[in-house]
């Protein structure tokens, strides 16, 4: 997430001046859209500010969005489409114009331009569920759902599924070396995937506007212990490589239903005996990697004396920041198809996206541990266009969270789920910005 911050000492100095004096009044502040580094003259794109308070304004015919925000530090985001996506976040740091000498309270919005991909990550239930008698949570139930948003048919036999590392997004992060959430990789236009990486060993054709379910953990019906849980017996594919983890709970044997030629192959470059997901904010991706280059990617190395004057490999396709033990498979931006980032409610003020604008400039808010997933909100006008959906849309959709604090829902209105059973052919939303594309879906799609 680009950052654009005040100098340190106008902070620090404007902070302290204001601890020692009344409420400052809100402050003028203007914000102008940036593309390749030159003013971007864009009439009517909507720019947000959240943070010590929720603003919002449009900008003008010269790109600038002027508002009026109380003194503090903001997230700022920017996303439209014309013909492609175009996305800005930065964080900005208000500072009382009468307190701090020279200050102008004049920002700018960097904006990246990506386009949006045939295939997307549809949903992600990744956080669990409580348990029958109340005592705690159940999280060996993951899962994942590939779309084919488009009418053609899509290979996706070189698919690979990835998480960025660190595994919490507001946890202490390495790569946010300045504190700034400019990560260091940003600039070397690659993304760190933690510990390892799944990829399909069978051909995998998704036929227009279908999907594939991909069970994390446990491809069996969870139901039978947990009720409020899913059932994953009915999986297309299951990451199930015991050669590679064999961690028990983790990796129970697929239900029969599932032939072994959908079981993924794990290529594994960091420690542990289970694939670490985050169950409180997790940050999947898919990149495109050909089964025959995947195990040559991660096995290329060379060999260095370390410290103590051991032998040691250095994999050549790994970054080693956060530790010498913990290397991050280097996945360039190039061969990303997808992204979905996840910010943990009880730590929003914490967190830091993973990802670069041109992945994804935003987030889903979402809560643990209560069965709710991160679910694509349908594309409205896309999806009404389609002339074969006539009759078969259905519409007040009641499946969001707007009764939880933080909650969202689709804005769509359509019910996704319940339009697919009517056999209507959804398009989903896919702006390369989650916060656009996302709601907190109360219940798994898988539920029946």
Same mark, same amino acid.
């Given at each position: 997430? @680009?950052?654009?911050? %005040?100098?340190?000492? *106008? ?5 302290? !001046? ?35 308070? /929720? ?48 200050? $102008? ?25 409580? @348990? ?13 759902? +590939? ?41 070397? $236009? ?48 299951? *990451?199930?490589? /015991? ?20 079981? *993924?192959?794990? &290529? ?10 985050? +169950? ?91 069965? &709710?997933? !991160? ?17 078969? %849309?259905? &519409? ?24 697919? $059973?009517?056999? !209507? ?14 709601? *907190?879906?109360?219940?798994?799609? +898988? @539920?029946?």
């Amino acid at each position: 997430m @680009k950052k654009v911050l %005040l100098i340190a000492t *106008m902070v620090i100095a404007s902070l302290a !001046a204001i601890s020692c004096t009344e409420k400052s009044e809100p402050q003028d502040i203007k914000i102008q859209l940036m593309l390749d580094g030159a003013a971007f003259a864009r009439e009517g794109v909507t720019v947000e500010l959240t943070g010590t308070a /929720t603003l919002s304004a449009e900008t003008d015919a010269s790109g600038i969005a002027a508002l009026t925000a109380p003194v503090g530090i903001y997230d700022v985001r920017a996303s439209f489409n014309d013909g492609q996506n175009f996305n800005g976040a930065a964080t900005i740091t208000v500072v009382d114009v009468t307190l701090v000498p020279d200050a $102008k309270n004049e920002f700018e919005l960097p904006l990246e331009i990506s386009a949006s991909s045939a295939l997307i990550i549809k949903e992600v239930y990744g956080t669990g569920c409580q @348990k029958n008698d109340g005592s705690g949570n159940y999280s060996n139930d993951k899962y994942i759902i +590939l779309y084919n948003n488009t009418a053609e048919e899509i290979d996706a036999s070189n698919i690979c599924i990835g998480h960025n590392n660190p595994a919490n997004n507001y946890a202490s992060n390495k790569y946010n070396a300045n504190g700034d959430g400019v990560m260091t990789y940003f600039a070397e $236009k690659w993304l760190p995937c933690g510990w390892a990486f799944w990829g399909f060993k069978t051909t995998v054709k998704i036929a227009p506007y279908s999907q594939i379910v991909i069970a994390i953990n446990g491809a069996v019906n969870h139901t039978e212990t947990y009720t409020n849980s899913v059932d994953l017996s009915g999986a297309d594919y299951v *990451m199930y490589d /015991t050669e590679k983890f064999n961690q028990a709970a983790s990796y129970p044997a697929p239900a029969a239903t599932i032939p072994a030629t959908n079981y *993924m192959t794990a &290529y594994k470059y960091g420690p542990g005996t289970a694939w670490t997901t985050s +169950l409180m904010s997790p940050g999947f991706f898919i990149f495109r990697l050909p089964q025959s280059e995947a195990e040559a990617f991660i096995t290329a190395g060379h060999k260095e004396t370390d410290s103590n004057g051991k032998e040691v490999t250095i994999l050549d396709n790994c970054d080693y920041t956060i530790g010498a033990n913990l290397p991050n498979a280097k996945i360039p931006y190039e061969w990303v198809v997808d992204a979905v980032e996840v910010f943990h409610i009880p730590n929003l003020a914490k967190s830091v996206s993973r990802f670069p604008s041109s992945i994804d400039a935003g987030y889903i808010k979402l809560l643990d541990k209560q069965g &709710y997933t !991160a679910y694509r909100n349908v594309d409205k006008a896309a999806t009404e266009a389609l002339p074969e959906n006539a009759g078969k %849309l259905v &519409y007040n959709y009641a499946g969001g969270t707007t009764d939880v604090e933080n909650g969202s829902t689709d804005p769509s209105g359509i019910d996704a789920e319940a339009s697919i $059973k009517a056999g !209507a052919h959804i398009i989903y939303m896919d702006t390369n910005n989650s916060t656009n594309d996302f709601h *907190m879906r109360k219940v798994a799609s +898988l @539920k029946k």
